[in-house]
Structures are given as structure tokens and as C-alpha cells.
């Protein structure tokens, strides 16, 4: 079955902790730039290793939270914005235990991060309580000490969700079924390969031992006339022509509505869709980009077709703001009617939780992508219908 997720994993204290030479020996390579100066590192700095029993990670080094420079608020806001992406919080501390650390196991409760401390330079400062902030305490020294400890810890406390590996059909699909991969290639698809969700999708199909078949809408009609498929998947884009050729007794579905459920929160989006209709002349509508791409393209599904769509849908004339990546969203969301989540095939679904939750916690629907396109359509509820049952 495929691995969707890499969990991320986060080392966070203040400034000289030791923070840089823990991701080494976790790593076992000089990933990180250590140095007895205090506040060697100024940026996120990532690297990614294998845990035996967990597979791949990526391990997060980042700026101390005590920065006092001319950059510290900065780079210090930075920090706190990795905890939105990682899955686990390992609070590194050495001399002292206070305010700095009580703070992160606070923000990491507030957003539902698992975390636990690491005493570091045991060997120079007396041990520290087995339990601080009422999480266990590790005692360790990055001179010498053993890496399995460490990586003993990561596994007990990192979340089995993080790193299972995922059924992007849900259990709908079973062996030597037939599915329908629909796969425009068109201006937005990638010069010479395909969207990392198309690739996904038919990876888990071979590790189902079903049967994929890959076809560009044009095809799709005269392939149907002598099959019957268990499922047919569209590119989200092609909902409207597919939607009319595939019979309605084939189910049909989009890539980003299946990623919509790995990814995100399917029941939030399930409910926050219908929320379109509700949308009046001029409210603010928040698309959610989850990767970097090239924005010069004249037909971008999150900059130009769906902003297009949902207008065409209401009638109204909307207000559209853009976050791309992973970037901060604005501080204010209360003036946002609607955000718009992409399915999230670049980044972990605690990073995309953390996200749209934030957003429904102030009130704001989310909806998704492939959703709200297929309400659009005029098809959400037949395009839905394989994860209600």
C-alpha cells in the first residue's frame, strides 16, 4: 500500500541547547551547523533520514526561541510556524528549565502536537525531573550518548497516523477491480510525467492488485461503450464532460476528493460546501495552495478556473486572496465567507489539519478543491457518495 505521509518531526528550545548536534546524531551525519556561538542557526533547516519502524521522516531544525538579535522576532515567528507542520515536538533544554520551554509544550497542546523534552548536556548539568509539564523528560548528551534513545522516544511518541500507510480509495476498490484514471494533459500538466496525485492514485491501485487504466477525457467516452469500471477518477478540471459520459451507475469520483479524506477533514468539507450558495456580492473567498508552482499559467486551477467557477455558481462578483505553500494565513480571518483547501498531495495531513481547523475554529467553512468544483457542477453528492456510505 503507499506511503503518503512523511512525518515531520520538529527540535525546538532556545538558542545553544544543543538543538543543531541532537538532528546530527538522530541523523547520524552533520546535517545541522553546530557551534558554541549562540544563535548559529537562523533558519528552519530540514533533513531527511529513515527510523526502522517508522520509514522515512523529516527532522526540523530550528531557530532559537531567546533570539534577542535585530532578525530574532522574526526568525522566532518562524519557529512557532513550524509547529503547524510537524507531527511530533521534540523541546530540547540544558542549563535551565522555564518559561521558554513551558511556553512550547503550551503551544504544542494548543495545537494537538505530541512533544516531549530532551535534558541535553546531561554530562555538564545535574539531571533534570522524569517528568516536566506532565511529559516525560529524556536525559542525554550529544557527546556520546546513544542515538537509540532518542530514537526509542520518537517511536513511542510520534502517532501511528502519521506514517500509516493509507488506501487512497477507502476500501472501495478491491483486487482485479477496474478503475478509470481520467488525466488530462493539458497547459497545467507537468512537461512530460504526471501530477503527483495521479501517480499516487494508480500506485495504490497496483498495491490492491486491481487493475488501472489510465485515459485522457477524449478517450473515456469509447473506452465505456465496452466496459463497466468500479470506479472512474477525474481530474477535478474535467468534472463537467466526465461527469456526462460516465453512466450513473459507475461511481465517479476526483483525485482531490480522495485526497480530501487522506489529507484533510473530509466531514468538514463534506459540510462547509454547500456554504457557496450562501455567498453575497463581494465577500472574501481564501483559495489554499499547498505547494510552490509556477503562476504564470493562463487556465491555474487555484487562480483562475475555480475563482471563475464559484462566481459563475453565486452569480457574484467575489473577492479572491491566495495562499500558496505553506505560508502564515492572515491574522484576521474574519472577514473570509469561504476558504478552498487544494488536496494537499505535497505536504502531510497534520500540516493541512492544522490549517482548516484554525479556520473553522473562527468561524470560517472550508471546502475543498475537487468539492467545491463538483458543486459547481452540479454533481457533489454523486462525486461524494463512495466515503458516505
Not at 67 to 92: C, F, H, M, P
Not at 120 to 131: G, H, M
Amino acid at each position: 500500500m503507499v506511503k503518503l505521509n512523511r512525518p515531520h518531526i520538529g527540535i525546538f528550545g532556545r538558542m545553544n541547547a544543543g538543538k543543531s548536534s541532537l538532528v546530527n546524531v538522530l541523523s547520524g551525519q552533520d546535517t545541522a551547523l553546530v557551534s558554541a556561538v549562540a544563535g548559529t542557526t537562523t533558519d528552519p533547516v530540514k533533513k531527511i533520514m529513515e527510523i526502522l519502524g517508522v520509514g522515512p521522516v523529516t527532522l526540523i531544525d530550528t531557530a532559537g526561541l531567546d533570539d534577542a538579535s535585530e532578525l530574532g522576532a522574526q526568525r522566532v515567528a518562524k519557529t512557532k510556524e513550524i509547529l503547524d507542520q510537524v507531527n511530533l515536538a521534540i523541546i530540547v533544554f540544558a542549563e535551565a528549565f522555564g518559561g521558554y520551554e513551558k511556553e512550547l509544550a503550551a503551544l504544542c497542546r494548543a495545537r494537538g502536537v505530541p512533544f516531549f523534552f530532551v535534558h541535553n548536556k546531561s554530562d555538564i548539568y545535574p539531571a533534570a525531573p522524569s517528568r516536566l509539564e506532565k511529559t516525560e523528560v529524556i536525559e542525554f548528551s550529544c557527546r556520546g550518548g546513544d542515538a537509540k534513545v532518542l530514537l526509542d522516544a520518537v517511536r513511542k511518541h510520534l502517532p501511528q497516523s502519521a506514517y500509516a500507510q493509507d488506501d487512497i480509495f477507502g476500501g472501495f476498490v478491491q483486487e482485479n477491480d477496474e478503475v478509470v484514471l481520467v488525466m488530462p494533459i493539458d497547459a497545467s500538466a507537468p512537461e512530460g510525467r504526471l501530477i503527483l496525485p495521479q501517480v499516487q492514485a494508480m500506485r495504490c491501485v497496483l498495491d490492491l492488485h486491481a487493475v488501472g487504466i489510465g485515459l485522457q477525457p477524449q478517450q473515456l467516452e469509447g473506452w465505456l461503450k465496452t466496459h463497466t469500471p468500479k470506479l472512474v477518477v477525474t481530474d477535478s478540471q474535467a468534472f463537467g464532460f466526465v461527469s456526462s459520459v460516465v453512466p450513473a451507475s459507475v461511481p465517479l469520483t476526483s483525485f482531490s476528493i480522495l485526497f480530501s479524506r487522506l489529507k484533510g477533514d473530509f466531514d468538514l468539507f463534506l459540510n462547509s460546501t454547500p456554504k457557496i450558495d450562501t455567498l453575497q456580492e463581494g465577500d472574501k473567498v481564501l483559495i489554499l495552495e499547498s505547494c510552490s508552482h509556477s503562476v504564470n499559467i493562463c487556465d491555474d486551477i487555484g487562480r483562475v478556473k475555480l475563482p471563475a467557477w464559484l462566481q459563475k455558481k453565486t452569480g457574484k462578483k467575489l473577492h479572491f486572496d491566495i495562499i500558496a505553500n505553506l505560508d502564515p494565513l492572515p491574522e484576521d480571518l474574519s472577514s473570509y465567507k469561504l476558504a478552498v483547501q487544494c488536496g494537499g498531495c505535497m505536504v502531510t495531513r497534520a500540516q493541512i489539519l492544522n490549517r482548516v481547523h484554525r479556520l473553522a475554529r473562527a468561524g470560517v467553512p472550508v471546502s475543498n478543491y475537487g468539492m467545491a468544483i463538483a458543486w459547481c457542477n452540479g454533481i457533489f453528492d454523486r462525486v461524494t457518495e463512495i466515503f458516505r456510505r
